[in-house]
């Protein structure tokens, strides 16, 4: 996150176009090498290039995924998604990331059947290693262009189809060696390349299913990432400490919540300012964070047992403090503290009522004896409003 000022910024509709592009060549590029490899494959009878002609089959129905998945995920947030629809591209790249174990399975699956019996298969032509050579040439450099774009977009779906892609060329690089293997004599090469390919396709597709679960699973961004996020929140003004930090990914963005620790006694409107300044410190600095929710605390809360959900609400409360003010005239104001699994008044009366301020001090002196056996309230304090001009 501490490198996203390098990469390209735009709105969601911009970063639809472009991934679309991108993603319209692979298609023409896939399309046609899935033509060849499965033509050639076929009439040189080598199992290897018609196995790697299925992959890249299933790299053309990848690349209309991607297409579907960047048009949705490029609309705006609506009521049914207030945090839009981001994880489109994560739901994609789980689709496509079973679908390449599934494959890889079933090419590892086929291979091992026919290697039992390859004494009868027939013999592998030379065109069957030209194709594949020119396989590895086509998807290696179509691998660095999706990747760059990849990369620029910050789009996770699109750095999955690129390596789809450079798998591809991996695994073609193989059907190579398998394939010249077969026409130097050893025709259980080309069965075996077609295996190992099956099985890279396979842990690949694992790892891209697995990478989309734990996303919406909500796990976490990586260490680095929310040391970042919390230094830049300690930073702000009027924050004095943090805790609760949590956050989890959206496709190519990020959702943090976090309890900030502010003064005690200062307004809920300061209170407030500060988390907005928080909030935009973090989108400001970090600009793969979507959205941030911060919490005010006037205390570290994290041991429940000083929850102030436990005390009583204010109506309560003010019931149990008429009694301690039995004397004093009906307070203009009453500001509670909720602090420690406690609770400490602020009682403002007019100007009019205390002749000065030992008068007032005496009062509060007189309140202080009675509150020595109240289970909760541990303090008042009394004030006079200042006369208005």
């Known amino acids: 996150m501490g490198q996203a000022q390098h990469h390209f910024t735009a709105s969601p509709a911009e970063r639809s176009a472009r991934a679309q592009k991108a993603t ?3 298609v023409a590029v ?21 196995a790697h002609g299925l992959h890249s089959f299933s790299d053309l129905l990848s690349d209309f995924l991607v297409i579907y998945a960047s048009r949705q995920s490029a609309h705006p947030a609506d009521r049914a998604h207030p945090y839009g629809h981001a994880r489109m591209e994560t739901a994609a790249t789980l689709v496509l990331g079973i679908s390449l174990f599934l494959v890889g399975g079933g090419i590892l699956w086929e291979s091992g059947l026919r290697l039992q019996h390859v004494e009868a298969l027939p013999a592998v032509q030379w065109s069957a290693f030209w194709a594949a050579l020119a396989t590895v040439l086509v998807k290696e450099g179509l691998y660095r262009y999706l990747i760059r774009v990849a990369e620029r977009l910050r789009s996770q779906l699109m750095v999955a189809n690129a390596l789809h892609t450079r798998a591809d060329a991996v695994s073609a690089l193989v059907v190579v060696v398998g394939i010249g293997g077969a026409l130097l004599g050893w025709p259980f090469l080309d069965l075996l390349a077609a295996a190992l390919m099956g099985f890279m396709i396979l842990h690949m597709g694992g790892g891209l299913a697995w990478g989309a679960i734990k996303e919406l699973i909500d796990t976490g961004l ?4 929310v040391e970042a996020i919390r230094q830049t929140l300690l930073a702000t003004p009027g924050v004095r400490g943090l805790h609760e930090l949590r956050t989890r990914r959206m496709a190519h963005q990020a959702l943090v919540d976090a309890h900030v620790q502010v003064d005690s006694r200062i307004s809920v409107s300061e209170g407030h300012r500060i988390a907005e300044s928080a909030r935009a410190r973090v989108l400001r600095e970090h600009p793969a964070v979507l959205d941030v929710l911060v919490h005010i605390d006037p205390e570290d809360d994290m ?58 001090q005496q009062a509060e002196d007189r309140l202080a004896e009675r509150l020595k056996s109240h289970p909760l309230i541990c303090h008042v304090s009394l004030n006079c409003l200042v006369a208005p001009k």
């Open 24 to 26: 319209w060549i692979s």
């Open 30 to 50: 896939n399309l046609a090498m899935t033509v060849v490899q499965l033509v050639i494959g076929w009439l040189a009878h080598s199992q290897s290039l018609v």
């Open 222 to 225: 990586e260490d680095v990432q």
């Open 303 to 360: 041991n429940s047992d000083l929850h102030a959900m436990r005390l009583p609400p204010r109506d309560s409360l003010l019931d149990e403090l008429r009694p301690l003010l039995s004397g004093l005239p009906e307070p203009q104001k009453v500001v509670l503290h909720y602090l420690r699994g406690q609770v400490e008044a602020e009682i403002y009366f007019s100007h009019l009522f205390f002749e000065n301020g030992e008068a007032l």
